[in-house]
Structures are given as structure tokens and as C-alpha cells.
């Protein structure tokens, strides 16, 4: 299948914002035809313009002449390639504008003439030069072939530029698409932030933690007992999940979407950004994950009216980024696909350092949103930097059991006890390594753990766990409390182990 048949079916797929600001493949391949055509009237096919371009970026040939011997009759008549005529394809910004061009450099006459005249069909003959045995015409030094017979230091080359008219309307339309479409995705940006501060806001809003939602709520410190500590909410597990707040929703949600990797892998193998097919997979996984565990994608099963919106947001920005990463590929694909017909068609090489890049993220002070922060330099592509965007700004929102868990049981770190070395562990892992005997930290070895005592308890960092772990760490607690009466019962010599008839 030909590229600009893929081409238009992958834009059809595509948001109508998105698909109007695409590169016209077609009309910029009916320019290259036109620049052959103009070329060719010039004399200049293909081929022989892409000789005369490879000999005029070689090196020059004076070194050369002076490695000669003196006795060598052909250097006076002109067999050296010092004398054979270089052309420079240049872009000329003179006028702000990139404006392509030929510069013509050589050392006869009658190659200025011709080319002031439009007319280069000589030129396939001027760049093999005449052998020692031919005739030669002896021209006056004042006559247009003067100059041919002057020894090569005293010859002066002379120079013209031939301008390409065809090859500038193929230049000034790619650029001004890349710039259109730069300025297109300045917009989507705006729009993109715009909507990732609602979401933000109303996760924020509806993600409530118990402290919000209960009255009973009540916040410890150092003058507490810890070991009265307790996370009461009226009517128990059933209040909790039954409260004004979808944050247990939320974090389900959160933790699914960062299990799914959608967009990027953490994995060492595959570590990066994803395909396109992949993404797309593993977007769709995700939304199917979501209704099988009892979460619409529409937001339905939510509590709260604005956690309802929010599901749809954002999910909706998710295929957002998706359709920039369709986007992304197909217009770089389509650029570097013309620029390589160019190429091959004309002989003229004009690259893409040229052009715009519009798939860089654009800067900070380009955007109006002022809750999200935007990096002000970045290598990464425009889809990736929203993708982090979401990371940073909306999933740490809701705090991850994860982030607060004692590395020895894997459990909530609900009673923490943050040791002399900085480490974090549950009180019952704290309490189990000091009957064993063990005084040094798992993590760094310190000698710090047999003189942990209640001063050791972080009150802090237990308020917040209370308050927005609720569940987790009521259920730490009721686990801590059945281990200790189970060891106590031991060392009273009770069998603590019962069967059931």
C-alpha cells in the first residue's frame, strides 16, 4: 500500500482538531514534480545535478596541483577539476524567509552567460574536460574565453546565483505546515493543561480524606498513649467505604492506571516509550480492568457528581495522548517520506534540520495554566511530556498503601517508628526484631534498633496514614492485637491453635 493511502486512513482516525492541521502529502508531491520540471529546463537532470553537487563538496584540488610536476602541459589547459564548475545548493534567510538557490561558481566566462540566460544545457559537456591531444582555440585574454588560457594562479573565478522558484514553494508550504501545526498544538497544550487542572481539582475535591469526612476524627501526638491508639469511624468498615469521598475509588483507579504502564515501561528491557499498537492495547486493557472490577469508565458507579466528570476527563485525556501519538508518527513519517522523495527526485538536499520542530514541548510561557508545572527545558517529545504531566500533577494526589509500607512485612507501617538512622518500620516488626535480639537496621546496619523506644514514634506520619488509609490501617491493627494476644497466650503455655469439628 503506497504511504499517502496509509497516510489518509491513519487521519481519519483522528480527531477533526488534529486532522485539519496535518501535512498536505499529496500537494507537496505534485511541488516536487514541479521542481523536476524546472530543473530540467535549466538542464539540470537528477543525475548530473547530483554529480556537479558531490564534486563541488569535495575537497578542492590546489593541493592537488601543487603535488603535480611543473612539466604536466594538460594543468594549463584546463584538465584539472580545479576548473570545472561547482555548484552550492544554499537557503538563503536573508528576507526571513528560507528561499533556496544555486550558486554557480566557476572560472569561464561562458558559464555566465549561459546561466544568466537560463539555459544550462552545456554544462554536462563543460565537466569533462578535453584531453591533451584536441584542438585547442587560443582566445584573446581580453575575449569571454580570455580567462580559460591564463596560468591558474591569475584566474579569478566568477560566480551567479540561479534562484529556484518551484523548489521555494515547496520549501515555504513544508514550513509554513510545520509552523501552522506548531501553533495548532500551542492550542491542544492549552487546552490539554486546561482540563488537567479541573481533573486535578476535582480528584482533589472528591478524594477527601477521613479527617474531612468524619467528625470523630481525632489527631495524636507525642502526649498520647500509642498503645491506645485507635481508628474509629460511627458504624465501622461500612461508614468508611459509605462516606462522602471517593478515595478509595480513586486510588483503585490510580493504581490499576500505574500497573497498566499505558503509555511508557518501567520494565529494564523494555524501558521507554511504548509503540503506538501497544499503547493503544494497553489503553483499552485498562478501561476493561476498570468495568471488570465494578468501575465504569463513564464514571456512573462514582458517589460523588464531580468524581463522575472526572472519570471521563480523565480517561479522555488519555485518548488525547493517544491521538498525539498518532499524530506524531504520521507527521514525522509523512515529513521525512517527502523530504527523501526530494531528494531522490531532484538531487536538492534539503533536510529536516530545516524545519520547525512542533512536536517539542512548547514553552512555559506559551501555556496559561498555573497549577501544573511545565519543565522549562525538556528532550523528551510533546506526548511524552503530558503523560508525565499526568503523573506529576494528578496521581500523587491520592497517597499509594505502597509509599507508606514497612519493607519487612509489606503491611501499612501503622504504628511507624522511624529509628535514629531515618528507616521506617511498623511498631510489631520493630518489637519482633528486639525479642530476637537484633540491634542493627535492615537497611543501613545502624546500631539503632534495641534503643527504639516511644519517642521513636512517628505521630505525625500516623495522623496521615488515620486519615487517609482509614481501612488499611484498622486493619493493621486488628492484626497487630491478634498477634500479640496469640504470643501471649504462648508464653503462658495455652495452645493457641484450635480445629473444628
Same mark, same amino acid.
Request: aromatic share 6%.
Given at each position: 500500500?503506497?504511504?499517502?493511502?496509509?497516510?489518509?486512513?491513519?487521519?481519519?482516525?483522528?480527531?477533526?482538531?488534529?486532522?485539519?492541521?496535518?501535512?498536505?502529502?499529496?500537494?507537496?508531491?505534485?511541488?516536487?514534480?514541479?521542481?523536476?520540471?524546472?530543473?530540467?529546463?535549466?538542464?539540470?537532470?537528477?543525475?548530473?545535478?547530483?554529480?556537479?553537487?558531490?564534486?563541488?563538496?569535495?575537497?578542492?584540488?590546489?593541493?592537488?596541483?601543487?603535488?603535480?610536476?611543473?612539466? +604536466?602541459?594538460?594543468?594549463?589547459?584546463?584538465?584539472?577539476?580545479?576548473?570545472?564548475?561547482?555548484?552550492?545548493?544554499?537557503?538563503?534567510?536573508?528576507?526571513?524567509?528560507?528561499?533556496?538557490?544555486? %550558486?554557480?561558481?566557476?572560472?569561464?566566462? @561562458?558559464?555566465?552567460?549561459?546561466?544568466?540566460?537560463?539555459?544550462?544545457?552545456?554544462?554536462?559537456?563543460?565537466?569533462?574536460? @578535453?584531453?591533451?591531444?584536441?584542438?585547442?582555440? +587560443?582566445?584573446?585574454?581580453?575575449?569571454?574565453?580570455?580567462?580559460?588560457?591564463?596560468?591558474?594562479?591569475? %584566474?579569478?573565478?566568477?560566480?551567479?546565483?540561479?534562484?529556484?522558484?518551484?523548489?521555494?514553494?515547496?520549501?515555504?508550504?513544508?514550513?509554513?505546515?510545520? +509552523?501552522?501545526?506548531?501553533?495548532?498544538?500551542?492550542?491542544?497544550?492549552?487546552?490539554?493543561?486546561?482540563?488537567?487542572?479541573?481533573?486535578?481539582?476535582?480528584?482533589?475535591?472528591?478524594?477527601?480524606?477521613?479527617?474531612?469526612?468524619?467528625?470523630?476524627?481525632?489527631?495524636?501526638?507525642?502526649?498520647?498513649?500509642?498503645?491506645?491508639?485507635?481508628? @474509629?469511624?460511627?458504624?465501622?468498615?461500612?461508614?468508611?467505604?459509605?462516606?462522602?469521598?471517593?478515595?478509595? !475509588?480513586?486510588?483503585?483507579?490510580?493504581?490499576?492506571?500505574?500497573?497498566?504502564?499505558?503509555?511508557?515501561?518501567?520494565?529494564?528491557?523494555?524501558?521507554?516509550?511504548? $509503540?503506538?499498537?501497544?499503547?493503544?492495547?494497553?489503553?483499552? !486493557?485498562?478501561?476493561?480492568?476498570?468495568?471488570?472490577?465494578?468501575?465504569?469508565?463513564?464514571?456512573?458507579?462514582?458517589?460523588?457528581?464531580?468524581?463522575?466528570?472526572?472519570?471521563?476527563? /480523565?480517561?479522555?485525556?488519555?485518548?488525547?495522548?493517544?491521538?498525539?501519538?498518532?499524530?506524531?508518527?504520521?507527521?514525522?513519517?509523512?515529513?521525512?517520506?517527502?523530504?527523501?522523495?526530494?531528494?531522490?527526485?531532484? !538531487?536538492?538536499?534539503?533536510?529536516?534540520?530545516?524545519?520547525?520542530?512542533?512536536?517539542? #514541548?512548547?514553552?512555559?510561557?506559551?501555556?496559561?495554566?498555573?497549577?501544573?508545572?511545565?519543565? %522549562?527545558?525538556?528532550?523528551?517529545?510533546? $506526548?511524552?511530556?503530558?503523560?508525565?504531566?499526568?503523573?506529576?500533577?494528578?496521581?500523587?494526589?491520592?497517597?499509594?498503601?505502597?509509599?507508606?509500607?514497612?519493607?519487612?512485612?509489606?503491611?501499612?507501617? /501503622?504504628? #511507624?517508628? %522511624?529509628?535514629?538512622?531515618?528507616?521506617?518500620?511498623?511498631?510489631?516488626?520493630?518489637?519482633?526484631?528486639?525479642?530476637?535480639?537484633?540491634?542493627?537496621?535492615?537497611?543501613?546496619?545502624?546500631?539503632?534498633?534495641?534503643?527504639?523506644?516511644?519517642?521513636?514514634?512517628?505521630? !505525625?506520619?500516623?495522623?496521615?496514614? $488515620?486519615?487517609? /488509609?482509614?481501612?488499611?490501617?484498622?486493619?493493621?491493627?486488628?492484626?497487630?492485637?491478634?498477634?500479640?494476644?496469640?504470643?501471649?497466650?504462648?508464653?503462658?503455655?495455652?495452645?493457641?491453635?484450635?480445629?473444628?469439628?
Amino acid at each position: 500500500m503506497h504511504f499517502s493511502k496509509t497516510y489518509s486512513q491513519l487521519l481519519l482516525s483522528l480527531p477533526p482538531e488534529l486532522r485539519s492541521s496535518a501535512i498536505e502529502y499529496r500537494q507537496l508531491k505534485k511541488l516536487i514534480n514541479q521542481v523536476v520540471e524546472e530543473l530540467t529546463s535549466l538542464g539540470l537532470s537528477p543525475q548530473l545535478l547530483q554529480q556537479v553537487l558531490e564534486h563541488s563538496q569535495a575537497p578542492q584540488s590546489a593541493q592537488t596541483l601543487s603535488k603535480l610536476p611543473a612539466h +604536466q602541459p594538460e594543468i594549463a589547459s584546463g584538465s584539472s577539476n580545479v576548473f570545472l564548475p561547482r555548484i552550492t545548493y544554499e537557503l538563503d534567510s536573508t528576507s526571513n524567509e528560507l528561499v533556496p538557490q544555486l %550558486r554557480l561558481r566557476t572560472y569561464d566566462d @561562458r558559464l555566465i552567460g549561459l546561466a544568466s540566460s537560463d539555459v544550462l544545457n552545456g554544462a554536462s559537456e563543460l565537466t569533462e574536460p @578535453r584531453g591533451a591531444d584536441s584542438p585547442q582555440v +587560443q582566445a584573446p585574454l581580453d575575449s569571454p574565453q580570455g580567462s580559460m588560457s591564463l596560468s591558474p594562479s591569475e %584566474r579569478q573565478p566568477k560566480e551567479i546565483v540561479i534562484p529556484l522558484r518551484s523548489d521555494s514553494m515547496f520549501v515555504q508550504t513544508l514550513i509554513q505546515a510545520h +509552523q501552522a501545526l506548531s501553533d495548532r498544538l500551542t492550542v491542544f497544550c492549552n487546552e490539554f493543561y486546561a482540563n488537567l487542572e479541573v481533573l486535578a481539582r476535582e480528584v482533589s475535591d472528591t478524594a477527601r480524606p477521613m479527617s474531612e469526612t468524619h467528625s470523630s476524627f481525632h489527631a495524636h501526638s507525642s502526649h498520647s498513649n500509642a498503645t491506645t491508639v485507635r481508628v @474509629r469511624a460511627p458504624g465501622g468498615f461500612h461508614s468508611l467505604l459509605s462516606a462522602p469521598s471517593d478515595l478509595y !475509588a480513586w486510588r483503585e483507579v490510580f493504581q490499576l492506571y500505574m500497573d497498566s504502564e499505558v503509555f511508557e515501561s518501567t520494565n529494564e528491557e523494555t524501558r521507554g516509550e511504548r $509503540a503506538i499498537t501497544d499503547a493503544e492495547e494497553r489503553l483499552s !486493557a485498562f478501561m476493561q480492568r476498570l468495568t471488570d472490577r465494578g468501575l465504569s469508565v463513564n464514571g456512573s458507579q462514582m458517589k460523588l457528581k464531580e468524581s463522575k466528570h472526572a472519570m471521563q476527563l /480523565f480517561i479522555q485525556l488519555n485518548h488525547s495522548i493517544l491521538n498525539l501519538y498518532k499524530f506524531q508518527y504520521a507527521t514525522k513519517e509523512a515529513t521525512r517520506k517527502i523530504l527523501k522523495k526530494h531528494i531522490k527526485r531532484t !538531487a536538492l538536499p534539503f533536510t529536516a534540520e530545516n524545519l520547525p520542530t512542533p512536536f517539542s #514541548p512548547p514553552s512555559p510561557d506559551a501555556l496559561s495554566t498555573s497549577l501544573i508545572p511545565i519543565p %522549562r527545558k525538556s528532550t523528551s517529545s510533546l $506526548a511524552r511530556t503530558l503523560v508525565q504531566a499526568i503523573g506529576e500533577s494528578v496521581l500523587p494526589i491520592v497517597p499509594a498503601v505502597d509509599d507508606y509500607s514497612c519493607i519487612i512485612c509489606m503491611n501499612i507501617a /501503622f504504628k #511507624p517508628i %522511624r529509628l535514629s538512622c531515618g528507616h521506617l518500620f511498623c511498631v510489631r516488626c520493630l518489637v519482633k526484631m528486639q525479642k530476637r535480639g537484633q540491634g542493627n537496621c535492615p537497611m543501613c546496619r545502624a546500631p539503632c534498633v534495641l534503643v527504639a523506644d516511644r519517642s521513636n514514634v512517628d505521630w !505525625a506520619l500516623m495522623n496521615f496514614m $488515620a486519615d487517609w /488509609f482509614p481501612i488499611e490501617s484498622q486493619k493493621k491493627l486488628r492484626t497487630n492485637e491478634e498477634e500479640v494476644a496469640k504470643e501471649q497466650m504462648e508464653e503462658l503455655g495455652f495452645e493457641t491453635k484450635c480445629t473444628t469439628q
